[in-house]
């Protein structure tokens, strides 16, 4: 077997036996967020990552704002300020100013064009398209998270200098939210196996003609055959040959995301089939060791969209809190529910932790 992309990190960033996943305090549910033009994308990935707790621990600890050097915009210290708010706050909801404040400076920006200059599978066309941020101009939920997590791990190694790739993949975001994709492939002629590997913070799955999420899932680790315009070159024989291909989880995150998408790659429009998705779900056969013991999530946010196509709509989320209650968290309104109502919805993100 032929590996690349799995090499030992020189420096640990932050320490993984430091990440507490479960809530260090107990608490009501913290407030709602007034829609401020067209931003209920914005706010249900706000409170999504805000009851996410290992990430909610750390944030309240302030353990990044005080060695923070950071000139100018910091999106690890904004999500302190904002969490903080949202969780301590008397009122029953507030505006998010502060990040929308900093979603229009130009580094923000940057960072979005930067890592992702499109993306297939996400519902809607935002501010990574047009260039700027507009509160009045709808957004993918999606497009928001992957920029928001991107922009708080390059905080996350702001003054840290000449790291390599694997040191960098271990700040406490990726130690929360990466894991490793393994690609193995292997060569119809010669039968060489050859292995990639590749982070990731979450996984955007296939869901036309799906059920469930384990039925996204297994096709997800189904092999695929490599030929024509996808030929892989084979080491071995040295040239373009047919392959199989395989895609599993081969380190799996603390924090496991994922998205339906709901975008028809050929059509654009939106998939709107139901596809059932458990409340506890096991990661082990979607492993590159499928045979070893159970590996259990469970489910602590689901983003919902509405809306009969992909160019408008209202999202909306569930988010279990501190407290172990589920809440409808619909722009200003924070409702309690029960996880029969939860596990009925027309998913677009899922939220699993370990």
């Known amino acids: 077997v032929i590996g690349k992309g799995m090499t030992p990190p020189q420096k640990i960033l932050f320490p993984p036996e430091k990440i507490c996943m479960d809530w260090r305090q107990k608490r009501r549910p913290g407030a709602g967020l007034y829609n401020l033009g ?25 353990q990044h704002s005080r060695f923070c050097r950071q000139q100018g915009f910091c999106m690890m210290c904004t999500m302190e300020d904002h969490v903080r708010k949202v969780l301590y706050s008397s009122a029953t909801a507030i505006r998010p100013r502060a990040v929308i404040r900093d979603l229009k400076c130009k580094q923000f920006l940057v960072l979005q064009q930067l890592f992702f200059p499109s993306l297939r599978g996400g519902l809607l066309t935002s501010f990574l398209v047009i260039g700027e941020f507009k509160p009045d101009i709808p957004g993918d939920a999606y497009e928001f998270l992957r920029c928001t997590l991107n922009a708080m791990q390059r905080a996350c190694l702001s003054g840290s200098s000449d790291l390599d790739l694997s040191s960098q993949e271990t700040t406490i975001i990726h130690q929360i939210f990466g894991g490793f994709l393994r690609s193995r492939v292997t060569c119809l002629s010669c039968k060489t196996v050859s292995d990639f590997f590749k982070v990731f913070l979450d996984v955007l799955l296939k869901i036309k003609g799906a059920s469930s999420l384990t039925t996204a899932l297994e096709d997800f680790v189904t092999p695929k055959h490599l030929d024509g315009r996808k030929c892989f070159k084979c080491s071995k024989c040295k040239k ?63 983003v919902v969209h509405t809306g009969q196509t992909c160019l408008g709509g209202h999202f909306f989320c569930y988010t279990k809190v501190s407290n172990g209650q589920w809440y409808k968290m619909n722009d200003v309104s924070v409702e309690g529910c029960d996880i029969h109502t939860v596990l009925e919805q027309q998913a677009y993100l899922l939220f699993y932790a370990r």
């Open 38 to 62: 067209s931003t209920c994308y914005l706010n249900v990935v706000l409170q999504c990552l805000t009851y996410t707790p290992p990430l909610a621990n750390y944030l309240l600890s302030r």
């Open 240 to 302: 373009k040959v047919a392959a199989s291909k395989m895609v599993t989880v081969h380190h799996a995150p603390r924090v496991l995301t994922v998205c339906l998408g709901r975008a028809d790659d050929q059509t654009s429009r939106k998939l709107s089939q139901v596809v059932e998705y458990p409340e506890c779900l096991d990661l082990r056969p979607y492993m590159s060791d499928p045979a070893a013991e159970p590996l259990l999530y469970s489910l602590y946010a689901v």
